[in-house]
């Protein structure tokens, strides 16, 4: 599996539960979670830990930021907007 990186683009793989975010936008303080195949970026990578972990930002079509969260590899998809051919 390919290493995720710095600014990456992900979606998410599974429900995120408000409790693991950081809401930034009021008007979303009512969502039980952020639904599956949500896309964010990466914009910062933990990797102190035996597990890197990810600080994942999400915004919508217009670039303002609403959430982010903390996800681990294996809570995240890489998107790619190219084929790559291995």
Avoid: W
């Avoid at 998410?12 to 809401?23: A, C, H």
């Avoid at 964010?40 to 597990?51: A, D, K, L, M, Q």
């Amino acid at each position: 599996m390919e290493k995720i990186k710095l600014f990456d683009t992900v979606a998410i793989i599974n429900p995120v539960p408000i409790e693991r975010l950081t809401l930034v936008e009021s008007d979303y303080t009512s969502i039980r979670n952020l639904p599956a195949g949500q896309v964010g970026t990466i914009v910062e990578v933990y990797e102190e830990t035996e597990h890197c972990q990810y600080l994942v930002e999400f915004a919508d079509t217009q670039g303002r930021e609403y959430a982010m969260a903390t996800l681990k590899e294996d809570e995240l998809l890489v998107l790619h907007y190219e084929l790559i051919v291995a």
